[in-house]
């Protein structure tokens, strides 16, 4: 098991989390590598916990279903947990996002692509359409009468 971890500056929001439902599922984009021949794929996959694929010579199913080019060898990943938000913190402390079981692969690096929702603390402002793509994210709360911000965003992948 692994889990996708993030550590962040929130100032004014909490529960931080990606826009994840079966209306409207979160595509979470990694790096891949093989853990039998290390080679890492060239381009980002993007797994969602809604979809599934058959893996070969009926063995059940998986959320991602990945054959290396280099090695041939097919490898899977499953989600295993919805997400859960990130809590605003003084200090930021690392928490998990997901937790994912990979047969065969690696996932070597996270990208936030996609949309992300939070909460204002003070006012329970909604906000949606989060994009944390460029690293930081700033937006002004009317209800509180003050600047939101999520910054110093910093994702890892760790065994769980």
Known sequence: MYALTLTAELNGVTNLRPKDTAESPFWYTFTVQCTSCRETHGNPVAVSRFETNELSG???EANFVWKCKNCK??????I???PKPYEQGEPPKLQTVIEFDCRGLEFTSFTPEGEWLADGIESGTKFEGVDLQEGEWYEYDEKANDEVSIKDLSWDIKRA
Do not use: D, L
């Not at 060898?73 to 499953?78: G, M, Q």
């Open 73 to 78: 060898r097919e490898s899977s990943c499953s």
């Open 58 to 60: 009926s063995r059940g």
């Open 80 to 82: 295993k947990t919805a």
